[in-house]
């Protein structure tokens, strides 16, 4: 079957460093996204990686191994509006996306 | 800029009648989608359409229908709720393409209760 693990919750502190990992099993690889989802909120795209290595977008940084079926999402100099859901998610062989169940971030004083 | 619109924001529904959530959008996109989203699982497929006059199912697709008569309307109809499908509805659409495909625009949700 088809599998996105993430952690469930994660917290940090404001101006710190957190980075949010990503395994993923599933049949055929099109590219994976991150998504961030304020609580009541709709989700909006964050990053894409397709190639192994980091993306970059100003705080916020995406890497991928394809061999080893993993990703993470760094976000730099956090801030209070940063506490939120993160989800990962896979793009297969059929260009159907297959998502985590999320990461919510709790950021602190 | 709307982007997406979905109606109802909220609604709570006696089980056994038939509902329908609107989704309209603006963006002239040929993909959409139904998801919903449950707490401690990520987000699943119910139906989708890869251009007007196209549907297909996804992952959850029984109990839910969805019709495309044309670009911008996907309304998702539930023929006879039932208490399992109290849950938060989104709808989203995408460019054609394979990485178009993955960027996805969501509506605001559409928080359903089946009493």
């Known amino acids: 079957g088809q599998n996105i693990d993430q952690p469930t919750e994660m917290t940090a502190t404001e101006g710190a460093i957190v980075q949010i990992n990503c395994t993923y099993q599933?049949?055929?690889?099109?590219?994976l996204f991150w998504y961030q989802q304020h609580a009541g909120e709709a989700p909006t795209f964050l990053s894409y990686n397709v190639l192994d290595g980091l993306e970059e977008k100003g705080r916020f940084s995406s890497f991928l191994s394809r061999s080893k079926g993993y990703s993470y999402l760094l976000l730099k100099e956090l801030q209070m509006k940063d506490s939120a859901s993160y989800l990962c998610?896979?793009?297969?062989?059929?260009?159907?996306?297959?998502w985590g169940a999320g990461t919510k971030l709790i950021i602190k004083p | 800029i709307a982007g997406i619109t979905q109606a109802p924001t909220s609604q709570i529904l006696a089980a056994g009648r038939r509902m329908t959530l609107r989704c309209t959008q603006d963006m002239r996109h040929n993909a959409m989608y139904w998801y919903r989203q449950d707490l401690g699982l990520g987000l699943r497929l119910i139906h989708y359409s890869n251009t007007a006059g196209t549907t297909g199912k996804g992952e959850v697709p029984d109990g839910y229908s969805v019709s495309r008569a044309n670009t911008d309307d996907f309304p998702l109809t539930l023929a006879s709720a039932v208490p399992s499908q109290t849950s938060v509805y989104f709808c989203?659409?995408?460019?054609?393409?394979?990485?178009?495909?993955?960027?996805?625009?969501f509506g605001e949700g559409s928080r359903l209760t089946v009493l």
């Open positions: 989203a659409s995408s460019a054609t393409g394979s990485t178009g495909a993955g960027e996805l625009f």
């Open positions: 599933t049949s055929g690889f099109n590219g």
């Open positions: 998610a896979v793009m297969d062989s059929n260009y159907q996306l297959i």
